[in-house]
T-cell receptor
């Protein structure tokens, strides 16, 4: 079984530029999460999708972050414009069950904003 | 306020000994608590899930306990090996059925 795929693995941009991350979850997993993990901290949920609908985006900074999951499979997360404090690892995870089942993570995208 | 606390300092353990990691929480009433392992440059990997009505869960050399009175979970690795060196994260469900994560404890197993 293929795992969660993410790209790119690394990205360096200047502040005020835009960036997009892509995630392909495990086949058949209906629930998809995007997390932000700042160095030395645990993952922080940004947005949760159930199929192609948003379940929770309460912690997503909507003035600059957006995400979509067209057709209920892969997903993209965009930041526009980026700020220095957005430097972090962006993790995508998926699960076959609901929010309380084990989550499968991709390798993450390390974003550096200069 | 709500918070999850894990030892912020690295835990150094001699190979072959038992490593015990702590996860304390306040102002949550989780139905589940999960433990994950994270290696540098990788995403977390699920290890164990324990429910509020379970006192203990085991998987090979791993054991998790969950004390809802103390609001604490302990994670044990017996017969530790250098390959067990990693950061271990605990996560619990909040009232909105989302996982809230601790910052993790870095475990170093010395040969």
């Amino acid at each position: 079984e293929a795992g969660v795929a993410q790209s790119p693995r690394y990205k360096i941009i200047e502040k005020r530029q835009s960036v997009a991350f892509w995630c392909n979850p495990i086949s058949g997993h209906a629930t998809l999460y995007w997390y932000q993990q700042i160095l030395g901290q645990g993952p922080k949920l940004l947005i949760q999708f159930q199929n192609n609908g948003v379940v929770d985006d309460s912690q997503l900074p909507k003035d600059r972050f957006s995400a979509e999951r067209l057709k209920g499979v892969d997903s993209t997360l965009k930041i526009q414009p980026a700020k220095l404090e957005d430097s972090a690892v962006y993790l995508c995870a998926s699960t076959a069950g609901g929010a309380l089942y084990e989550q499968y993570f991709g390798p993450g995208t390390r974003l550096t904003v200069t | 306020s709500q918070k999850i606390e894990q030892n912020s300092e690295a835990l150094n353990i001699q190979e072959g000994k038992t490593a015990t990691l702590t996860c304390n929480y306040t102002n949550y009433s989780p139905a589940y608590l999960q433990w994950y392992r994270q290696d540098p440059g990788r995403g977390p990997v699920f290890l164990l899930l324990i429910r509020e009505n379970e006192k203990e869960k085991r998987k090979e050399r791993l054991k998790v306990t969950f004390d809802t009175t103390l609001k604490q979970s302990l994670f044990h690795i017996t017969a530790s090996q250098p390959a067990d060196s990693a950061t271990y994260l605990c996560a619990l469900d909040d009232s909105n059925y989302q996982l809230i994560w601790g910052a993790g404890t870095k475990l170093i197993i010395k040969p």
